[in-house]
């Protein structure tokens, strides 16, 4: 037992030794790219069970985490302090330290470790307070899972007191505690945010957010999401981050200078030149029928610079995005596969920061109305409308479902959120499989339970014009909710396609394919997660009991892919959607296959 023996410490990373052939990591895209653009689970696949909790993925287990960290905290604090100092107890120092950097910093009032226990102790300041705040934020999620997996998990290694072991024992009956697969999972929403949102390195030290300051990453974890980045071969994001942290402890007054001395930055530099030769690599082999090699536009930072040898100090890395759109101008004649695979998230990035695509002309004709709907209780209070897109519509309807409503259906899932699972082309297993590409947290609530405590099929049918009734008219309601740098990549709800369809069971084709999505936002969120639909080049902001609806299915009934939408990626807080599936063959009467021009026309006009 002693500071050695802990990985209190970066990582050792892969990346020197990792070289997987390009052919695997193609393969890897493309079966990728089938499965998110071609399917998602149905309530056909009924609701994935099994008893590990999701720490990433679900609000509610890492609240539960939160509470379990709380609930230690004290006796980990009592041994630091009231016993003598021996070098062995270095892990818990380090553990208080981050406890404290993470957690207290960005308080608006300043208090010490020793006060905070004293006013968690005395009831002033309350459990539930500090889980709600650390669940809406990246980095503090991330730390919190990480200092359970590099330390809490291990206590007994790093302490002989037995008192502190007795609450650890207890604790660790009551709370589930997190894998380094969790770890993983929320480096990877780090990673993910800083592709989307493309905050500086300063930003990431700093913390800041634009919502707070504070609860920045150390020199330390930045090494360790680089060291993750490499991994996962996303190498353009593992350059930015080691030369981010190169820049920073070259700095005349490094802001962490321990970090800095402590880390072998020789040892990040090899690093770096090697990530930089393997991002290379795979460039120089890289063809235009297969999927970029990096998730990231980044890549095409050097082959469009023409640099054969790229010196890493004079890269600009994230600073692309005209090139990008250059290269794609040179690319007219680019496969359907290929557009999917990089316009589309390319665009859909660009809507999740706020860019505004659409001509200021074409946002000037969108209209919001008011609706009776032709039925009573709209009279007293009718609908509002907004209108996102014309042809095809995609329209929000607002305050269509009261706070206490979303509360009850929140309480009716939180035990069973699990990480969402989308159905798998190729493989036989009914589950589906967990994927980057859709990171939220789901559960299915069956229609007779719903009805307990609100009518919300009922009202689905009303605005829809829609049948909703019954295993035939739509699935039941999926519940689903994105923690920090959780996302949904751009794909189709529609089911039937060529790949997924074969793996259907006879009373699912009876059902036909999803005509219309109806999603409700079950909260604000506050900043990120909005709904991007890259074709159209439009995004929609959740806003708290609000609806959006559109239509999957052309009018001939083929699959509509201009409507090919994602869930951006939550920059801070959390976000709840409910989806309603409406099937096509129950609508026969109501909205048929219309071939003839003139009455297509006539399909998309939405019911008022
Ligand atoms: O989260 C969002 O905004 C989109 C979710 C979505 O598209 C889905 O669940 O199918
Ligand atoms: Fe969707």
Redesign the pocket.
Known sequence: MGAEETDYKSNPSRCNTLSLHWGVISIYFIVSFVVIFLS?VTGAFQPYSHTDPDFAASIHHLKLLVLAELNLLPSIFYVANKEPYRENDEPIKLYLDDFTSSNLKSLKAKISLEQFIFLLNSSYIKEDIVANDVVKHPFKSYRTIRRFVRFIGKLPEFTENEDLIRVWNHTRKLYKFPKESDLNASMESIIRLRQVYRFSINDILEGNLEMEIGSGLSIRHMVEIADHSCNLQLYSHAIDLYYGVMTKCSESQPRSFQDCSLLDLANIAVKLNDVIKKHDNLLVEWNDDLAPPDSSPHVFDDILDNITSPKFLSRKPLQIDHKMDELLKTKSELSQLYKDMIVSPFLYEKLCRGEQLRDKAVIASLKCYYSHKSHPIYTIGPLKFEVHSESPPIIQIYDIISDAEISQLQHEVQEEMRQ?RTASAEGDDDLGITSRY?T?A?AWIEDADISKFTYLNERIARITGLNTTGYFSSEIV?I?A?NPGN??TP?S?AIFEDEIIKRLPESELQRGDRIM?F?L?LSHVEKG????FPTLKTV?H?VKGSA?MWFNLNPDGTVNYNVL????PVLYGT?W?A?K?IRSNDQMFIKRCLNKREEREHYWEMPN
């Open positions: 998602q969402s859709r939220s789901n999926q689903a994105y996302h949904y794909h709800d999505t999603m936002y997660g909005g709904t991007g929609i959740p959006v939408h994602g869930g951006c976000k959607i989806n599936w």
